[in-house]
């Protein structure tokens, strides 16, 4: 058999199975289905996991716009309440403008050092605003501290929460005076000193600056009782304040501008070394 033969043998045979196997696949539905039951199964497969990654994808998308956007209203919230508390803090140093008869001089406490022992404010008046040193520093809850240093536009205050400062002090419903000062430890904490225990004290009576005093005037709010204490072997009672001014909340004050006499030793404080 020549070659030829054997070519058009070959293109018969394929003829045929290529044939046979268009009938087969036609005929049998069967068949037809199960393949293509076969080739859907491993499309959404493959489709499942590609949709699985688009469906990740969008999470993460929206996650993080829920992340900026909770960042923009916790921001927005912050600002909201410092600009309310603010507003608020100015109403009442108004109010206090308002009632007494003192010039006052209004300041922005644009330093705090209240970590340590010996705290100071900075304010931002000095001498060009009439500030000398020895004035009295308060807020419309109470005193602040007094003006230690000034520079001309800038003046260093020790407040009562300095081991430094002393301030005569009355218990308002008794009118029974002591000596108030900062021990150094709680922050939220005053020691009035000098009080006998046959006092009748007991917490929440008010305490107020004295009219001992010669840097504040009387009647200015320094803090509330908040616990009494009788000392063994002791005559004086242990009684513990609350101040009326938390310097950590506030961002203003005022500065009332009253000289104490001058060669008049300071009751309430000390020179800075």
Not at 38 to 48: D, F, I, L, N
Not at 249 to 267: C, K, M, S, W, Y
Request: cysteine-free; hydrophobic content about 40%.
């Amino acid at each position: 058999m020549d070659l030829r033969s054997q070519i058009l043998d070959w293109v018969l045979l394929l003829g045929l199975l290529f044939a046979s196997a268009v009938i087969m696949v036609s005929q049998n539905h069967a068949l037809s289905r199960a393949l293509r039951a076969q080739t859907m199964e491993v499309t959404a497969e493959v489709e499942s996991s590609f949709a699985w990654m688009g469906r990740y994808l969008r999470v993460l998308r929206e996650n993080e716009e829920l992340r900026r956007r909770n960042i923009e209203l916790s921001s927005r919230v912050a600002r909201t309440r410092s600009v309310r508390m603010e507003n608020r803090e100015l109403r009442q140093l108004l109010q206090l403008r308002d009632s007494t008869d003192h010039r006052l001089v209004a300041a922005r406490i644009v330093t705090k050092d209240i970590f340590q022992q010996e705290n100071f404010l900075t304010l931002d008046v000095g001498r060009k605003d009439g500030i000398r040193e020895g004035m009295p520093v308060v807020h419309q809850s109470g005193i602040v501290g007094t003006v230690m240093l000034t520079s001309e536009e800038y003046s260093r205050v020790m407040p009562l929460l300095n081991t430094d400062f002393r301030v005569p002090g009355t218990i308002v419903p008794l009118q029974t005076d002591g000596i108030v000062r900062w021990d150094g430890e709680r922050q939220d904490r005053l020691l009035l000193e000098h009080v006998v225990k046959t006092e009748p004290v007991e917490p929440g009576q008010s305490v107020v600056t004295s009219g001992h005093s010669d840097v504040f005037p009387p009647g200015r709010s320094i803090g509330t009782v908040d616990s009494v204490q009788v000392r063994p072997g002791r005559s004086e009672l242990l009684i513990y304040l609350r101040p009326a001014v938390s310097l950590h909340e506030i961002d203003h004050a005022f500065v009332l501008l009253r000289t104490p006499a001058p060669n008049r030793q300071q009751v309430e404080s000390r020179s800075i070394g």
